[in-house]
């Protein structure tokens, strides 16, 4: 299996924001615009191909940022697809992990 | 037709009138009679005051009496003597609302601050905020200092003049000066700063651990409590609601404090607004019935622990409302201490899970949380 690497303090913000580009700067919704959907979109059909998304090295997440871009994608590509074609690590707050996979969970809950 | 089936109007114009119609003249008489009335009303006020300045000039000397005719335009407002949000909260509501509610008549105000003896950042930064809306509605306001010379003191150190009188500009949200004694205040306007953060814990570290470390849950607070602004502070569709930030910095015990206000209209009005059935199909309603409440600090309690946002209950997009949750759950793991929201009628120390109802309403919401020694903390490595 190759595994995309995206480590979001280096490659997008050290301070992640808000959810939309309209509530303030570093939103989720740049996040998926800029990088994370052209990358997912990149690997959807490549069976050998994951992503994983490092979220250490950042000063913080609001619930907002990490609902947006797993949740907000899980809504546009499914909940399925997300789980399966990205991993998420956290060394400095492990707990993120179950948040996100509840976010996810919540998407395949309403569809 | 009956006289009693009249509109009360006719009625008295026929009593008036003995059932005759009035003629043009005695119509045009009238109506001058009304004037008159109306004219000398008003000059009887003008004289009034003309008469109460006249006293309040006398003996004073001449160079004072341009301030003292000023002054005389303003509404007397005074502040409480214990002014401060945390230890004496309903004075301090009390003394808002009065300030807000000539503020909502567009009248001028002066804050009477001289017999104030005891004054902290929560009270500053809540005056603060208020002061703005003023100085953004163009509305004339004024005030005098403590006789108090240390409170005075607190007041020019928080930088609160030069805060409300610097020039408004859009990019606010950059702004964050480090005083000489120590405290701070960071201004921003509608929208989510988090870059801001790095700056702030830089500094409130060093205070604490002597060095820059990395705090997450007060990135996370700072966040969540400039979104919830974002999204649900302002009373119309706009979001223009500015959220306010006071950081204060206690050097000799190593902890630093810190004040989030917005005066918009409170976490539980905001909930109430939200009932309107074509935006968020009564969620209030079925709020209240969902958790069987007693009283609004349910609600509040309630919020803190996530309970209104379960798919389940579709009451509001699935994927809102964990902001409140996750400050808390910042508190539960130790990365902020002293959690205090006080909003609406409702006062909230969330470590001691203490819902305190107040007999005043707030039209905002206030938050306070420190930062010290024993919180979670880890290196610098960004």
Redesign the interface.
């Known amino acids: 299996m190759e595994y995309i690497k995206i480590l979001i ?1 280096k490659d997008f ?7 939309y580009k ?6 989720a919704e740049l996040f998926l615009e800029q990088i994370l959907e052209k990358k997912f979109t990149d690997i959807l059909e490549k069976k050998d191909k994951k992503i994983i998304i490092d979220l250490d ?9 990490l ?2 871009t797993f ?1 907000g994608l899980a809504r546009k590509y499914g909940a399925d697809k997300v789980s399966e074609k990205i991993e998420v690590a956290s060394k ?2 492990p ?1 993120l992990l179950e948040d996100i996979k509840s ?1 996810i969970e ?1 998407v395949k ?2 569809s | 037709m009956e006289n009693d089936e009249q509109p009360e109007i006719i009625v008295k114009f026929i009593n008036e009138t003995g059932g005759k119609k009035l003629s043009e003249k005695e119509k045009r008489l009238r109506y001058s009679v009304r004037v008159w009335k109306k004219r000398l009303k008003r000059r009887k006020v003008i004289e009034r005051r003309k008469k109460h300045i006249r006293r309040l000039l006398q003996g004073k000397p001449l160079s004072l009496h341009n301030d003292i005719k000023t002054r005389v335009r303003y509404n007397d407002v005074r502040a409480p003597e214990d002014f401060s949000f945390l230890t004496n909260t309903e004075e301090t509501i009390d003394f808002l609302n009065r300030i807000e509610s000539y503020f909502n008549k567009r009248k001028q105000v002066f804050v009477v601050l001289k017999n104030v003896k005891n004054i902290d950042h929560s009270a500053i930064t809540v005056l603060l905020s208020l002061m703005y809306k003023f100085r953004v509605a163009k509305i004339k306001f004024n005030g005098d200092f403590p006789d108090d010379l240390k409170v005075k003191e607190t007041i020019v150190d928080s930088q609160f003049f030069r805060k409300l009188l610097s020039p408004m500009s859009s990019d606010m949200g950059n702004d964050y000066t480090m005083t000489k004694n120590n405290q701070i205040f960071a201004r921003a306007n509608t929208i989510v700063v988090s870059e801001m953060g790095e700056k702030i814990m830089e500094e409130s570290t060093k205070t604490i651990w002597g060095e820059r470390r990395i705090c997450k849950g007060l990135q996370k607070t700072l966040i969540e409590l400039m979104h919830n602004t974002n999204n649900h502070a302002s009373r119309s569709e706009d979001n223009q609601e500015h959220w306010w930030l006071s950081v204060n910095h206690d050097k000799e015990n190593k902890k630093v404090d810190f004040y989030f206000v917005d005066y918009g209209q409170g976490i539980l009005r905001s909930l109430e607004r939200k009932s309107n059935p074509k935006i968020w199909n009564n969620f209030w309603d079925n709020f209240k019935k969902m958790i069987d409440l007693g009283s609004e600090q349910k609600v509040i309690e309630c919020l803190l622990n996530g309970e209104h946002w379960s798919p389940e209950q579709r009451i509001q997009p699935y994927y809102r409302g964990k902001g409140l949750p996750s400050i808390k759950d910042s508190l539960s793991r130790g990365q902020i201490s002293d959690l205090q929201i006080i909003t609406n009628n409702t006062r909230s120390e969330v470590d001691s899970n203490n819902f305190i109802h107040l007999s005043k309403n707030f039209n905002g919401t206030f938050i306070h949380w420190k930062l010290e020694k024993n919180n979670e903390n880890k290196i610098w490595n960004i």
Do not use: M
Request: no cysteine; charged share 30%.
């Open positions: 303090a913000s050290k301070t992640p924001g808000p959810r309209k509530e303030g700067s570093f939103s090295g950042t000063l913080g997440y609001g619930t907002s940022f609902e947006e949740g400095e707050e707990w976010y919540d809950k309403q």
